[in-house]
């Protein structure tokens, strides 16, 4: 079994969110849930107002250093369409997508649209003109999906897709593969909430019961999802989390691979 480890971009600056949806007071009722809890220390709240002000909501350069030092191969989903609170403008979007494809990252969609084939269609066709890449792939945002969305992407020209959520191999819609994925970090750390539930040592352990699953239905490739924003000091529990993970696969002797060498494998 090998792990692809990829990253959805949902945010790039805290102000871009300012009258175009409710994420910020959604962010600071979270923060302080999780702190009158107990999940989070002060300072760490402390760090998520100060990351406000410097108007910093991503972590791409610091994540793909670490990446590297892991050997871990950098795959990131970025968004060309605006939705659910993904409100990054284009022109920041296009920044990020040529500046990840020159550090030699695999870039692919973080797709708004699941239902709309036309529409679909559109975010690939746009993704497709700022990067110049011959062939990508997609997640969409909140991994959501209806019974057409996969063979409206195949019709799209997609390579791949990782947006089920189930612990099931690689298969075809089309020419695209779906990659099913099994952990993402949300799921992990928040348990069904919106807020951050678990402390590190239950997050680890409900981690390593994903990875034990995993093996006994045969997987041949672990997906995994760890978004970019929490990998800070504002995130600490977040953070830490994924240092572990990186460190506990290669432990388990599971490698790693990005989607597209993955395609090269099944296909």
Known sequence: ???????????????????RDLIMPKFLVRSQIELLNGKISF?????????????????LDEL?????????????FIGVANGLGLS???????????????????????????????????EYEDFRKISSLGTFGTRTHYVRKNAQTFRFMAEAGYLYDSSEHA????????????????????????????????????????????????HDKSLSYL???????????SFKTWMAWYTWLTG??????????DFRHAVAEVS
């Not at 079994?1 to 009258?19: G, N």
């Not at 506990?248 to 691979?257: A, D, K, R, T, V």
């Open 1 to 19: 079994m090998k792990a692809i480890i990829s990253h959805d971009i949902d945010h790039i600056t805290a102000w871009e969110h300012f009258r």
């Open 43 to 59: 300072s760490e709240f402390y760090n998520r107002l100060a990351d406000f002000f410097r108007n910093k909501w991503q972590n």
């Open 64 to 76: 793909v250093s670490f990446n590297r030092s892991v050997g871990v191969p950098s795959s990131f």
């Open 88 to 122: 990054y403008p284009p022109e920041a979007s296009a920044y990020w997508i040529m500046k990840l494809i020159d550090k030699g990252c695999e870039v692919g969609v973080h797709g708004i649209e699941f239902e709309n084939p036309e529409l679909i269609k559109k």
């Open 167 to 214: 612990f099931k191999n690689p298969y075809r819609v089309g020419e695209m593969w779906e990659f099913p994925l099994q952990i993402m970090d949300g799921w992990v750390i928040e348990n069904g909430r919106r807020w951050q539930t678990r402390h590190l040592s239950q997050a680890i352990d409900a981690t390593k019961r994903l990875i034990d699953e995993a």
């Open 223 to 233: 997906g995994i999802d760890f978004h970019d924003r929490h990998f800070s000091k």
């Open 248 to 257: 506990y696969l290669h432990e388990c002797g599971i490698g790693f691979c």
